[in-house]
């Protein structure tokens, strides 16, 4: 049950980091290099399209990693 809690929790929060990551990346690029965008449209697909695929991913990475080492913790192993 263990290993299915720290699963879920770093789903959580690898999906809400990975999320914020990639929308303040995306901001922080635009300033750098004066990227103008009138309408909008660039930083909606960003919000809306790139952001949660990489919230997704980040939370699969940190909820196998998480699982994972509770699991090595539960049974004893230590490498």
Known sequence: MRV??????????GAAVGY???VYAWMVFSQHFHVFDDDGSKAMQV????????????????????ALSAARRTSGRTK
Do not use: Y
């Open 47 to 66: 919000q809306f399209a790139w952001a949660p695929i990489g919230a997704l991913l980040f939370g699969l990475m940190l909820a196998f990693r998480l």
């Open 4 to 13: 299915f809690l720290w699963c879920v929790f770093g789903f959580a929060v």
């Open 20 to 22: 914020v990551a990639i």
